[in-house]
């Protein structure tokens, strides 16, 4: 199954170059060399190559100068990159601009084919999800909903999955984190799409409105009433009914509501007509519904009606990766929207967006850059733009020991110094950690198990 997969070998160390390939295609892989970075490029411009193990220190053009060309050519090409000089410089530059991993010379041989196996491990893996990210990508629809982190990936998969069910589905998240647009795919992604998808926002309604708005009236049936009004479940019907902030209805109605989803039927105010209705149902709430049970605030027997599948969506500050992404998204929409020439983010603005907690999440962070295009003088946003963000850039992190840097300390033991360090100023914080460091979450716990840090 290895013999599929080709190595391309970089290294202007001759007799390195020969060893490695005769080593690596001893393993069952297809070998390329390259005596050079500027040959590597050309190398991954005209054939496959499925993963690069460059030498970083060669004379011509480096394997960091090579990296950053090649990841621009074909991001997916996994690079693990050989040093035999210990620079947590180097290193962390390494990784911050794409590489897999990095290994010290002299090699161990063993590590060296575990590094391999893992990063091509990781393109079967990537392959192997292709099917469903091609269901997401070619037919799915989610206006509205911004995000590529594994949170959101991870969500939306289930949504995917969710959605061409007739299962009721309760959203669950703090406000402003996008429950009702996850609703709006759920029922976008359904059978029931050429629907209608009807939203009523419980909080918003008085008690005494509530059911009137939901069942409907006849003409007469209180004071006021002067024709008959079709309610929200009739208007759903044939489609998706999504009661926003469930939490806040009243129990009263809570018992009501438990009979239409049993039964499939109502009866208006004021009428004695028994009307079937065929609706999905998708709720969304921000409380704990099962402390509310325990308080008498919530039918526990409509819980369990309402909570066949639940949603959780991530809160902003779990999904860091995606600020970027989200806020470039709202200044080009309110830019447009107020005819503003405004078209980016100075490295600090976005540094400063990115270390906020973001507590009222995506909604808060569409408020602020909002305001900020709005008042803005100049096509690019800064830190003065954002001055409503309490408290500002927080202190820069202190950089690594002064002895880290020295040349006889292992490349390695830099690494876990940093890594250690880094996690201390975090807090613990491991996805904050890694944010630090310049690499994934997922590089991160594997490089805390290589060092049996995993306590930290």
């Not at 290994?103 to 391999?116: C, H, N, V």
């Not at 438990?258 to 109502?266: A, G, H, P």
């Not at 840097?405 to 100023?425: M, N, R």
Request: proline share 5%; hydrophobic share 45%.
């Amino acid at each position: 199954m290895v013999g599929k997969y080709r190595v391309l070998v970089v290294d202007d160390d001759a007799a390195h170059r020969t060893m490695l390939r005769t080593l690596v295609s001893g393993w069952g892989f297809d070998i390329v060399d390259a005596d050079d970075g500027e040959v590597a490029i050309a190398a991954v411009q005209a054939q496959p190559v499925d993963l690069v193990l460059m030498d970083i220190r060669m004379v011509r053009v480096s394997g960091i100068a090579a990296l950053e060309q090649i990841k621009t050519i074909n991001p997916a090409i996994p690079i693990v990159l050989m040093t035999a000089y210990a620079s947590v410089e180097m290193a962390v530059d390494a990784l911050k601009k794409g590489a897999y991993d990095y290994l010290i010379k002299p090699l161990d041989f063993d590590k060296l084919r575990l590094t391999l196996e893992r990063a091509l491990a990781h393109i079967r893996l990537k392959a192997e999800n292709q099917p469903l990210k091609r269901q997401l990508e070619s037919g799915f629809q989610s206006p509205g909903i911004v995000g590529s982190s594994p949170a959101m990936v991870a969500l939306m998969e289930t949504v995917a999955q969710v959605a061409v069910s007739e299962a009721t589905v309760m959203v669950t998240g703090e406000s402003g984190t996008g429950k009702e647009l996850v609703a709006a795919a759920i029922h976008l992604n359904s059978p029931r799409r050429a629907g209608p998808f009807v939203k009523v926002n419980c909080a918003a309604i008085t008690e005494s409105l509530l059911e009137s708005e939901l069942f409907g009236h006849e003409k007469g049936a209180f004071t006021g009433a002067d024709r008959r009004k079709e309610g929200r479940f009739v208007q759903a019907d044939g489609g998706s009914l999504f009661l926003d902030e469930v939490g806040e209805m009243p129990v009263s109605m809570q018992v009501k509501l438990l009979r239409v989803i049993q039964e499939r039927e109502l009866t208006r105010v004021g009428g004695e007509q028994v009307i079937p209705v065929d609706v999905r149902f998708i709720v969304a709430t921000n409380q704990d519904l099962a402390q509310m049970i325990k308080t008498g605030a919530f039918r526990e027997d409509l819980y369990y009606r309402l909570n066949v599948v639940e949603l959780k969506t991530p809160p902003l500050r779990e999904r860091r990766a995606d600020i970027p992404l989200l806020a470039t998204h709202f200044l080009v929409r309110f830019a447009e929207k107020n005819r503003k020439a405004v078209e980016r983010f100075s490295p600090r603005a976005m540094d400063l967006l990115i270390r906020h907690p973001w507590p009222g999440n995506v909604r808060e962070l569409m408020n602020t850059i909002e305001r900020a295009v709005v008042l803005s003088l100049s096509d690019c946003l800064d830190e003065n733009d954002f001055t409503s963000l309490a408290g500002g850039l927080p202190e820069t992190d202190n950089p690594p020991d002064g002895d880290l840097f020295s040349a006889d300390v292992p490349l390695e033991q830099i690494e876990q110094k940093a890594i250690i360090k880094t996690l201390a100023s975090a807090g613990g914080n491991k996805s904050e950690a890694a944010r630090r460091l310049g690499i994934t979450r997922k590089t991160l716990r594997e490089k805390l198990k290589r060092y049996n840090l995993m306590d930290l």
